[in-house]
């Protein structure tokens, strides 16, 4: 067989996804079999990948992956989400650039246009998920805007109306001027701003006295209806129950108390504007205030502000200043850092403002959601997020689910009058009229009467139903795949979202399903660069996945991805990770070829020492797979990954093929061999979920495979036990190697050269013969012989209280040997201190596990013994000089 000396992932990678795709290996039906599910976080539909979602859906894959070759029914639903306030904001982008305005065209010509660009780019992200080796079933790809999934959505929006859940109402939400739409608090980026700081004083009503407050937007005084101090701050109870004089409009409001104050800001009182601040507009409610809303939807300045009508809201700013000063009401103003909300999607600043939308009552069916994860029958990984997930959830809010866009689920309410609860809600036209006739009382309202909710509804109000529309489990509860599938088992996401989504859909499965939409989420971290920076395409430090993958390959990719990346805990992306990744590809590859270039001499008796290696790395392996299966139960894929990655590199490559490996141009025996392509063929299947691509084209060239087989398919190697008595001495004699290999170098004597090793064990140490050939090989070692009386001219060390000794005549320095012995002996010394220190700590001793102070005696009686045998080896040498 002509392997290449080089890996090619290139001609390999389209290869093997196409053969996979073309098998139907990624496809999943219901069975008998025990299912395992996951469901894609849904990229947006226009989006292209990024390296958040690198490390997500490998995570992802690696998980499926290994379920699939554990015998499981493995399912991984993909597909996209129609991500309304980005996806319209390129289509208007997109318009712009060809001279068309949205508001030049009708609802139906602009969401023509939207649907041609979805067609057009919403593929992308998907392709790209291809490349990276995602095994999705591509044959059930989701779209939110698909039919099903938005008949589930309108049938939940009525549903949950009829259940006195949904209402309309004029509430507080986070205006984006610039998209001219409400957006939901994790649409909003904080960032911190250089601003100012404005003192201005307030004339009480009737007084020549002031009150001044502290503000960093002076524009919007004129919406004030209050100011407010705190109870306990004696500065301010002269003015209690008091009325005071908003600046330029000599509006009386009334100075209230309240002990939200902090009166260590600014002056400690407060301008208070319920309708442009959230923490006003509560205030307000408590205490019966007017709101006076001064802003138009764009951010400029209405009438009800009676000053500076007109003008943008920053150069209102810019222009109440001068006024302020002229009126005598600025006392001074400070140079002040804080922290500025921006659309997530325009990047515009984000306008707290009370508007009239559609809210959903989230206390009650929060309930079973927060009991579900606080008592792990949701479990978060890792579990630090329970209290994040519990305190938001204790505080939930009502959710403003309508968005004033045109592309996404419109609201399904119908106005058949002109008064503010003249409307129907209904799943259909149809319906709506039946619904309108009864409610107007009167039977002779059209469709054309009717007049449809110009709002659609959050992007997250369709995407909380997504592990249960995907199974259009919300149309047909009782259809198989819901029945079979659901609950799914994991969920791999990013904590920012934990309650805008993940809560959502618990929410969403306990009232739609009566049960958990998943057993386990498990959170990634954010990717960060080596400053620490969230990787952006505004920052310029977010490299391009595709090109990474076309320089690294996807496995070394992947591989790079997972090594820093603990759940729930950021990854600084470094692109060595990935060249480290693409580096073990290398040494994989280089290891298949070294053993398929031996020749096999079948006549041949196996080696002692091939012998004592295949046993020795059988149960190393059988270690590493009992680490590999505690890891994935514990959720710390990396961890895993690493196990497997110094199995495969260090005892592997590094020692095993090392003893195995026959003589330049000698043959191998047949056993050895065999055994050899048994384990590679084992450590193959273990890496495939992490390296899908190489390990797929190796284990169809170790031996000819039949049309239609696969690694991916083939059953994965479960721990099993192992002789870990075994793998300690040999752990020791490795130890030995080192340390004759290090002499070696020291005497400057040939690796090819044989030397005598001499073996003295210790009061209570043994040397274990039957490893012996092992030893001889690895450190090239024409004899090994045990001895009682002391050796001359040697150069010694120490491994587990064995001495050993090399007999190398005249180049021995006695001087230099006492030296190291001196040396070796204070370390020692010092060692077994620091283990006293531990034994004498009572409760050290009395609460820590048995077997662990077993562990510390054990180390202090070596020790003792290895300080003997250097005390003596040090008084013979002293002899010698």
């Known amino acids: 067989m002509n392997i290449p000396s080089k890996y090619d992932p290139s001609s390999v990678e389209d290869k093997w996804y196409s053969y996979w795709m073309e098998h139907g290996f990624f496809r999943s039906t219901p069975d008998e079999r025990e299912p395992y599910c996951i469901v894609i976080p849904p990229p947006n539909v226009t989006g292209v990948l990024h390296m958040g979602h690198m490390l997500n859906n490998t995570l992802q894959d690696v998980l499926v992956r290994r379920a699939r070759m554990l015998g499981k029914n493995a399912l991984w639903v993909p597909g996209t989400d129609h991500a309304s306030i980005a996806t319209e904001a390129r289509v208007v982008g997109k318009l712009a650039k060809e001279g068309i305005k949205k508001t030049d065209l009708t609802r139906e010509e602009f969401l023509g246009h939207a649907w041609e660009w979805t067609h057009k780019h919403g593929g992308i992200i998907l392709e790209q998920l291809k490349k990276l080796g995602a095994s999705c079933d591509w044959d059930r790809t989701c779209f939110t805007m698909d039919e099903a999934l938005s008949e589930s959505v309108i049938s939940v929006f009525v549903d949950l109306y009829k259940k006195g859940l949904i209402y309309r109402g004029v509430r507080m939400v986070n205006w984006d001027p610039q998209a001219l739409t409400a957006v939901s608090d994790e649409e909003v980026v904080y960032k911190e701003v250089a601003s100012q700081l404005y003192y201005l004083q307030y004339r009480v009503e009737g007084e020549e006295d002031y009150i001044t407050i502290a503000t960093t937007r002076p524009e919007t005084i004129l919406g004030d209806t209050?100011?407010?101090?705190?109870?306990?701050?004696?500065?301010?109870?002269?003015?209690?129950?008091?009325?005071?004089?908003?600046?330029?409009?000599?509006?009386?409001?009334?100075?209230?108390?309240?002990?939200?104050?902090?009166?260590?800001?600014?002056?400690?009182?407060?301008?208070?504007?319920?309708?442009?601040?959230?923490?006003?507009?509560e205030l307000g409610l408590k205490h019966n205030l007017e709101s006076i809303d001064i802003f138009n939807n764009d951010g400029t300045l209405n009438h009800a502000a009676q000053v500076l009508v007109g003008e943008d809201r920053f150069r209102a700013r810019e222009l109440i200043v001068p006024l302020l000063k002229e009126s005598g009401n600025l006392v001074k103003r400070e140079d002040y850092i804080n922290k500025v909300g921006f659309s997530e999607r325009t990047d515009a600043v984000i306008e707290p403002k009370l508007s009239l939308q559609w809210f959903l009552k989230m206390k009650g069916l929060s309930v079973p959601a927060l009991e579900s994860v606080m008592n792990d029958n949701v479990q978060l990984q890792p579990a630090k997020f329970k209290n994040t997930y519990r305190h938001w959830m204790e505080n939930v809010k009502d959710w403003c689910i309508s968005r004033q866009l045109w592309w996404g689920h419109r609201i399904p309410a119908f106005f058949y009058g002109e008064g503010p609860n003249d409307y129907v809600v209904a799943r259909s036209l149809e319906e709506a009229v039946e619904l309108a006739r009864e409610a107007a009382g009167n039977s002779r309202l059209t469709a054309n009467d009717l007049r449809q909710d110009e709002d659609v509804l959050d992007t997250w109000f369709s995407s909380w139903l997504w592990p249960i529309s995907v199974f259009d489990g919300i149309r047909y509860p009782e259809n198989e795949d819901i029945q079979y599938y659901y609950p799914t088992n994991d969920l791999v996401t990013a904590p920012e979202i934990l309650f805008f989504w993940v809560a959502r859909m618990i929410i969403a499965g306990y009232e739609y399903r009566n049960e958990k939409p998943f057993d386990t989420v498990y959170l990634t971290g954010i990717v960060r660069d080596s400053k620490r920076r969230k990787m952006s395409k505004s920052l310029g430090n977010s490299p391009d996945p595709i090109d990474l993958m076309k320089k690294y390959s996807a496995d070394g990719v992947r591989v790079g991805m997972l090594f820093c990346s603990p759940a729930g805990n950021d990854l600084l992306f470094d692109e060595g990770l990935t060249e480290q990744g693409r580096n073990f590809s290398n040494k994989i590859w280089n290891a298949f070829r070294l053993i398929k270039s031996w020749k096999v001499e079948h006549t041949l008796e196996q080696p002692g020492?091939?012998?004592?290696?295949?046993?020795?790395?059988?149960?190393?392996?059988?270690?590493?797979?009992?680490?590999?299966?505690?890891?994935?139960?514990?959720?710390?894929?990396?961890?895993?990954?690493?196990?497997?990655?110094?199995?495969?590199?260090?005892?592997?490559?590094?020692?095993?093929?090392?003893?195995?490996?026959?003589?330049?141009?000698?043959?191998?025996?047949?056993?050895?061999?065999?055994?050899?392509?048994?384990?590679?063929?084992?450590?193959?299947?273990?890496?495939?979920?992490?390296?899908?691509?190489?390990?797929?084209?190796?284990?169809?060239?170790?031996?000819?495979?039949?049309?239609?087989?696969?690694?991916?398919?083939?059953?994965?190697?479960?721990?099993?036990?192992?002789?870990?008595?075994?793998?300690?001495?040999?752990?020791?004699?490795?130890?030995?190697?080192?340390?004759?290999?290090?002499?070696?170098?020291?005497?400057?004597?040939?690796?090819?050269?044989?030397?005598?090793?001499?073996?003295?064990?210790?009061?209570?140490?043994?040397?274990?013969?039957?490893?012996?050939?092992l030893l001889k090989k690895l450190a090239n070692l024409s004899e090994v012989e045990v001895i009682e009386l002391d050796p001359d001219s040697v150069v010694s060390f120490m491994v587990r209280n064995v001495e050993y000794f090399i007999p190398l005549g005249d180049l021995v320095d006695v001087s230099e040997e006492i030296g190291k012995l001196e040396s070796e002996l204070k370390y020692t010394r010092g060692f077994l201190e620091s283990v006293r220190k531990k034994m004498n700590n009572q409760s050290f001793v009395q609460h820590a596990p048995e077997q662990v102070v077993e562990k510390e005696r054990q180390k202090m009686d070596d020790a003792k013994g290895k300080i003997a045998a250097l005390e003596l080896q040090i008084e013979k040498l002293k002899e010698q000089v």
């Open 226 to 281: 209050a100011v407010c101090v705190h109870p306990g701050d004696k500065r301010y109870y002269k003015f209690h129950g008091k009325k005071v004089l908003v600046p330029l409009v000599n509006r009386a409001v009334p100075v209230i108390v309240d002990e939200y104050v902090d009166r260590e800001f600014g002056t400690g009182a407060l301008k208070i504007t319920p309708a442009h601040d959230i923490n006003d507009y």
């Open 609 to 773: 020492h091939s012998a004592e290696a295949v046993e020795w790395f059988d149960a190393e392996m059988a270690r590493a797979l009992t680490g590999v299966e505690d890891q994935f139960k514990k959720y710390r894929v990396s961890d895993a990954l690493m196990i497997i990655y110094k199995l495969f590199w260090d005892q592997f490559s590094s020692w095993y093929l090392e003893i195995v490996k026959p003589l330049y141009r000698q043959p191998i025996d047949a056993v050895t061999y065999a055994r050899t392509i048994e384990f590679i063929d084992r450590l193959l299947h273990i890496l495939h979920p992490f390296m899908p691509f190489i390990t797929e084209e190796i284990w169809q060239l170790i031996t000819p495979r039949k049309k239609g087989e696969s690694l991916m398919v083939s059953p994965m190697p479960v721990a099993k036990k192992y002789n870990s008595d075994l793998i300690g001495k040999v752990e020791a004699i490795r130890e030995v190697v080192t340390q004759v290999r290090s002499i070696r170098k020291e005497k400057a004597i040939p690796p090819r050269e044989a030397v005598k090793l001499l073996v003295r064990p210790s009061s209570g140490a043994t040397f274990h013969h039957h490893l012996a050939p």
